[in-house]
């Protein structure tokens, strides 16, 4: 029978003898690219695999590949490390960066969040009347600085000529300047992330992208930690993904199963009367999850995906046109959610 | 001068202030995880940290781990490196298969196996056994510290096709990621018996423990082919 291994391909007898032998060069480039090849190729594994029990090493010495045990060991060494290597570096692929893409934009809008709020008060002792906020107060102080400096045809200039802010001595000012400097740049940099994002979407994943929006199918290959992983969940798993402090007492309490993951913030949920939100969730999470295999599996887009989803919500909307009378399952009435987008 | 007492094969206690497992550092001067580095009379101990490691919780609790310094062990569950460090120092001669599918791992795993000629990184997926046939020989010992739901089940495939007739297996089993409810007592039964007789080969479980105060859930378990 015969038998692939990382140092050839080799027929052997009934009882594990060698009998012929085709050997690779040992050049370990070409050991490292067959070995792959036989890990990853399934179908290329199974029909030659080596029966179970079977001594490698005495084989190699057999057939003449190497001269010693301590000279097999070494070369296998090197060739596995290099493999390891080059599969590692091949790991990072495009959902891979999408996901730290989405981590660094979690991170650059806390951070973002932290500093403006920190130069509104920081400022808010110069210029207290100013009615400025977030970027647009960052941007005025990065071009301004002082209240002093603005020019007669700002419309915020007669509010800054009777302001009662204390005045901002130089060495402030500049400190100041620099600070709203950088929250500008966080500001720009979060743009640049969004943006990254809804590209790559676009391209690894267009049917995810364009049923959930860009940033939210982004953040399903996040949670889920790749697009292959969140193609193999079953659509009741996509409908809770990001829901996992509530999944996780479910589990252990055994509570009621969550009903909000991440995909309540898709428009067709959250702008749907409530009593149909579970309901349209479920039909969301089946068509996401449609898409993100056929994105994983095929990668064409198929527009009519969408199209299904909006009559299928449609439908959905007209038969359920009133809130239930009584308080039917367990249907809880989700509590309102304010000042939250 | 600090005590050294050999406890098996490879495997030492070495009195320093207090008595700490160790191993023989292989790789002297350098440090794997923020472990001692020791000298006593010329040889450098590494000390072992059972708490940041199943295989040495288990060596505490009188699990005869029966290596020698050419064993070859099969090491299911690598992770970055932290126990594989100081299997490949028991087994000096040996060879170390050390296999971790999260290619995160994996890059710390490489990092330690560049400097020690015994220990084989596999990125792979320790539940597909044939995918790396063409790469592993028979083993003395097959250890597994994967934390996966179906893991009596990959053990033995594993063992079926890689284990000696007289190597042994063992097993740290992580009552939690079976069932995150039950009772870690009924799942560790349950484990047994999976062991024994739902899989082929089937196993003779010769020692089970609770690993605390180490590692809280979790069950050592040595076993060989029946
Ligand atoms: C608890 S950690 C192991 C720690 C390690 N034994 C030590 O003491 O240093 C479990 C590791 O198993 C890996 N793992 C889980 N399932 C696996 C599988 N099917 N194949 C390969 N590795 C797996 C995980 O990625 C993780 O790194």
Redesign the pocket.
């Known amino acids: 029978m015969k038998i692939n291994t990382w140092f050839g391909v080799l027929g052997i007898g009934r009882t594990g003898e060698v009998l012929e032998f085709e050997l690779f060069s040992k050049d370990i480039r070409e050991l490292v690219r067959c070995s792959i090849a036989l890990q990853e190729n399934r179908q290329l594994l199974r029909q030659h695999l080596p029966p179970a029990g079977f001594d490698l090493k005495t084989a190699a010495l057999e057939c003449g590949f190497v001269e010693s045990s301590a000279e097999y060991y070494s070369l296998l060494h090197e060739v596995m490390v290099e493999a390891a290597k080059l599969q590692v570096s091949e790991a990072f692929t495009a959902d891979q960066r999408i996901i730290q893409a989405v981590e660094a934009l979690d991170d650059i809008n806390e951070t973002t969040n932290l500093l403006s709020e920190r130069l509104f008060e920081w400022y808010g002792n110069y210029f207290p009347e100013s009615g400025l906020s977030g970027e647009a107060l960052a941007l005025f102080i990065a071009k301004y600085g002082s209240r002093e400096n603005i020019g007669s045809e700002d419309p915020l200039y007669p509010r800054a000529r009777n302001s009662m802010g204390a005045k901002l001595e130089a060495a402030d000012e500049v400190l100041l300047k620099g600070f709203a400097e950088s929250v500008c740049s966080l500001y720009e940099r979060k743009r640049q992330t969004e943006a990254y994002i809804q590209d790559s979407m676009e391209s690894i994943a267009p049917n995810l992208s364009l049923a959930a929006g860009p940033m939210l199918g982004a953040r399903l290959i996040s949670v889920a930690g790749s697009l292959e992983k969140l193609a193999a969940f079953p659509s009741s798993t996509v409908q809770v993904i990001g829901a996992s402090k509530a999944l996780f007492k479910h589990l252990r309490a055994r509570a009621p199963s969550p009903k909000h993951g991440i995909i309540y913030s898709h428009p067709l949920i959250n702008t749907a009367p409530w009593w149909i939100r579970g309901k349209i969730a479920r039909a969301l999470a089946a068509k996401l999850s449609l898409a993100a295999r056929i994105d994983f599996y095929s990668g064409e887009k198929d527009a009519s995906l969408v199209e299904k989803l909006e009559v299928k919500v449609e439908q959905i909307k007209t038969s359920n046109p009133k809130p239930p009378q009584k308080k039917q399952d367990s249907g809880v009435k989700p509590k309102k959610r304010r000042g939250r987008k | 001068m600090p005590e050294v007492k050999l406890l098996s094969d490879g495997i030492f206690e070495v009195t320093k202030d207090k008595k700490q497992l160790a191993t023989m550092n292989l790789d002297p001067g350098k440090v794997v995880?923020g472990e001692k580095l020791i000298q006593v009379e010329g040889v450098e101990y590494r000390t072992w940290d059972p708490r940041?490691?199943?295989?040495?919780a288990m060596v505490l609790k009188k699990f005869n781990i029966s290596l020698k310094e050419n064993s070859k062990v099969l090491?299911?569950?690598?992770?970055?490196?932290?126990?594989?460090s100081h299997v490949s120092d028991i087994v000096p001669e040996g060879a170390v298969y050390a296999?971790?599918?999260?290619p995160r791992?994996m890059r710390g795993l490489i990092g330690l196996a560049s400097r020690r000629k015994n220990v084989h990184p596999i990125l792979?997926?320790?539940?597909?056994p044939e995918s790396y046939a063409h790469i592993v020989e028979p083993v003395d010992l097959i250890?597994q510290?994967?934390?996966?739901p179906n893991q009596a089940e990959?053990a033995a495939r594993n063992a079926s096709r890689y284990l000696k007739r007289d190597g042994y297996l063992l097993l740290?089993i992580?009552a939690r990621s079976i069932d995150t409810v039950a009772n870690p007592k009924e799942v560790y039964k349950g484990e047994i018996k999976k062991l024994e007789q739902a899989f082929e080969p089937k196993f003779e479980v010769l020692n089970a423990k609770d690993l605390m105060p180490y590692h809280e859930d979790h069950l050592g378990i040595l076993a060989k082919i029946r």
């Open positions: 995880y940041r490691s199943k295989l040495g090491y299911l569950g690598a992770a970055s490196g932290t126990t594989v296999v971790e599918f999260a791992s792979i997926d320790a539940g597909k250890f510290d994967v934390a996966q990959i740290s992580k």
